[in-house]
């Protein structure tokens, strides 16, 4: 389970909207793994006593995971749950079996306090991790702002061991985290159900003529298109450099255009988008081309600014064709010395992962490198797409 975290400050002119002082992210954390976690633990254990156990290890584990242990889960760290051992009965094991080596006693799994609590920590760690980038990101970026509340929801998120740990680290005078100065921690009244309402609460505030109340999005990695650029000396030093055979003008090959940036604020519905052109041979236009889509994690002052360059991975490739009405035709003149061609203008759009319904959909193709290169005759026979 991949647990998001995002820094918000709420503005209400005419109803509640959020906007976003720095990326979501997303860690595996959760309850999902700290069951996965101790049914390892267990699994391990009963191999060590196999032979002994009716109905095979699978069955034994998922039993002995259920009702006794999601209980004592989900109340770790109260007061009436701290007890030094957790003892989970082996199904249809005769009483009195003790197998100390396998930590079993009186044919009951031992599972003591500690070993749970480093489970919890692992997890909580990571939590803990995770919102001191976000607070650090905060203050780096909007000095003047600061975070007044941290909510727990979900089911981790009601643990009482998780509230906890969370609050001596970020709430109060003790705080340990040096960026909690202030914070308040709040726990949601109802943990596995706060996403739930707070889709209903933002769709009911859209229906009767609210704003969206998550309506932008800061974007966490960079994307680009590879096109091709006027060639300037100064800039493209060292770049591979065509001449064009339409126009005879020299072109910078294999350069990113980034439509969007890392850090960069969007309203969900719109995007960000760039405009480029193609051009194709007479009799070409209903030929399918392809728009390679480029990656980066760096900081936008660090983006590379062409595939010769490291810090970019291709992730994807957009096949479409264009409408041939869309087109115009150039040099078609008797004056015009180059080759006849027709130009396509059009304009690439990067949406938040939502559908929009603005926007036509268009199906993204993820292909591994080996079979994006041996499909390259569909893009790479033209001269690629054109940067405006």
């Known amino acids: 389970m991949s647990r998001g975290n995002s820094s918000l400050r709420p503005i209400t002119p005419n109803g509640m909207e959020l906007v976003p002082l720095s990326w979501t992210e997303g860690e595996a954390v959760g309850s999902t793994l700290i069951d996965w976690r101790v049914r390892m633990l267990i699994n391990d254990r009963l191999s060590m006593i196999q032979h002994y156990v009716p109905g095979g290890i699978e069955t034994a584990v998922s039993a002995m995971m259920q009702e006794k242990f999601e209980t004592f889960k989900c109340s770790f760290g109260s007061i009436g749950m701290d007890v030094p051992k957790l003892f989970l009965p082996i199904p249809d094991l005769p009483p009195g079996m003790d197998f100390p080596h396998a930590m079993v006693q009186d044919s009951k799994m031992v599972v003591t306090r500690e070993e749970l609590q480093a489970v919890f920590d692992d997890q909580v760690g990571k939590m ?3 919102i001191d980038k976000q607070l650090k990101t905060v203050k780096d970026n909007h000095p003047m702002e600061s975070v007044s509340y941290l909510i727990l929801s979900g089911g981790l998120g009601s643990s009482p061991y998780v509230q906890s740990r ?64 006027v060639y300037n000396p100064k800039k493209h030093m060292g770049e591979d450099v065509s001449e064009d055979p339409y126009d005879k003008q020299k072109w910078a090959e294999k350069q990113i255009n980034w439509i969007i940036k890392q850090g960069q604020v969007v309203r969900a519905n719109t995007g960000a988008s760039q405009s480029y052109r193609l051009k194709l041979d007479m009799g070409k236009e209903r030929e399918p081309w392809r728009a390679r889509i480029v990656m980066s994690t760096l900081p936008p002052d660090r983006l590379p600014s062409s595939l010769k360059r490291d810090g970019a991975r291709e992730v994807a490739g957009i096949e479409t064709i264009l409408n041939p009405k869309d087109m115009k035709r150039k040099n078609r003149h008797w004056y015009n010395f180059g080759r006849e061609f027709n130009r396509a203008e059009f304009e690439l759009r990067v949406l938040d992962g939502m559908r929009s319904r603005e926007h036509d959909e268009i199906e993204v193709d993820w292909q591994a490198v080996e079979d994006r290169l041996s499909q390259r005759n569909t893009n790479d026979r033209g001269l690629g797409i054109y940067r405006r």
């Open 128 to 130: 803990c991790e995770l």
């Open 166 to 229: 969370i609050r001596a680290r970020y709430e109060g005078m003790g705080a340990a985290s040096p960026g909690a100065k202030g914070i308040r921690v709040l726990l949601a009244n109802e943990p596995q159900l706060t996403v739930v309402h707070g889709l209903v609460m933002s769709r009911i505030q859209s229906t009767r003529g609210g704003p969206e109340m998550y309506s932008t999005r800061m974007c966490p990695v960079s994307f680009g298109v590879i096109c091709r650029e």
